[in-house]
């Protein structure tokens, strides 16, 4: 079965600094897609970044980006010039056959 | 253009009885999911439809049961409540033509509390 481990239940980075959220992630597929969900205080959960594993090159989607190491089963997360907009949970998630499975979520604070 | 959308957004219930929660969308999307959320586990997969009368077990469908009659609605029901199904439920939808597994989109969930 596959799984997905944040290991960081909590995190805070100052305005406009840079943070890394960490996932790590098991599985014996070999095709497979990795995400990374918002989950602000509304509850609405937003996509930010997906990476699909046969691609090598990171994704990066404006001040997001990630680094992907498939052979470590590693898939972090950067946020660049972060904003107090960027405070809200945030889940990786590994999706293979229509089955998604979701890390347990980092708590993200930006401070003023 | 309304998205995903779950009713209701709140419930309370008690132990014992019938809950049917709602989901409904406006995209043609292929693919329906629903999840539950709980403290410690992120979001666990309940069942999920592949097209209208296809549906399949997730990792969690014990004490759930979930039906697909129009592609647009995914209706998830608990038959009996139990407190231990107190949580709350997302529904998603995706397009997944062929092999490629597409980008789930999420309603904004619904609350459910069994007394």
């Known amino acids: 079965a596959q799984t997905v481990t944040q290991s960081q239940p909590e995190m805070s980075v100052q305005e406009a600094e840079t943070v890394t959220l960490s996932c790590t992630y098991d599985t014996s597929e070999n095709n497979y897609y990795l995400f990374w969900y918002k989950q602000p205080p509304s509850r609405q959960m937003i996509l930010v970044i997906r990476?699909?594993?046969?691609?090598?090159q990171n994704a990066t989607e404006n001040r997001f980006s990630v680094n992907f190491q498939k052979a470590a089963k590693s898939f972090s997360l950067k946020i660049s010039d972060s904003q107090l907009g960027d405070t809200a949970m945030y889940f990786c998630?590994?999706?293979?056959?229509?089955?998604?499975?979701f890390g347990a979520g980092t708590r993200l604070t930006v401070k003023p | 253009d309304a998205g995903i959308t779950q009713s209701p957004r709140y419930k309370i219930t008690e132990t014992g009885r019938q809950v049917t929660l709602m989901c409904h969308q406006t995209w043609s999307h292929s693919y329906m999911f629903w999840y539950r959320q709980d403290l410690g586990h992120g979001l666990r997969l309940i069942y999920y439809?592949?097209?209208?009368?296809?549906?399949d077990k997730g990792e969690v469908p014990d004490g759930y049961v979930v039906s697909r009659s129009k592609t647009e609605n995914f209706p998830l029901t608990l038959e009996s409540a139990t407190r231990s199904q107190t949580s709350v439920y997302f529904c998603?939808?995706?397009?997944?033509?062929?092999?490629?597994?597409?980008?789930?989109?999420f309603g904004p969930g619904t609350r459910l509390l069994v007394l």
């Open positions: 439809s592949a097209a209208a009368d296809i549906t």
């Open positions: 998603a939808s995706s397009e997944s033509p062929g092999t490629r597994y597409e980008t789930q989109y």
């Open positions: 998630a590994f999706g293979v056959n229509n089955d998604m499975r």
């Open positions: 990476q699909e594993a046969y691609k090598q």
